[in-house]
């Protein structure tokens, strides 16, 4: 039981990076594509309402390609 989510109601939010012709939504962090359950955990397209560890260290890790790329450029 932790201090800041005593009932264990509060659900991780995951970057959402493949959909399925069905609705169904697989989050940044798999390594495989899984549907999201949305009884434990929910999804978003903003980048700043991420609050899954494994998805915000792919977005830092995509943003850092992204920077060093674009500075490569000339």
């Known amino acids: 039981m932790s201090r800041d989510d005593p009932y264990h109601d509060v659900k991780k939010y995951h970057m ?3 959909w399925s012709q069905k609705g169904d939504v ?3 962090c798999a ?3 899984r549907k999201i ?3 434990r ?5 903003r980048p700043e309402a991420v609050t ?3 998805c915000l260290a792919r977005l830092a ?3 850092a390609a992204e920077s ?3 500075a490569a450029k000339p």
């Open 41 to 45: 955990e929910l999804w978003t397209i």
């Open 68 to 70: 060093a790329k674009g």
């Open 31 to 33: 390594d495989k594509p």
């Open 26 to 28: 697989s989050p940044l």
């Open 37 to 39: 359950n949305l009884s």
């Open 16 to 18: 959402a990076h493949l």
């Open 52 to 54: 899954c560890k494994k």
């Open 61 to 63: 890790e995509k943003k």
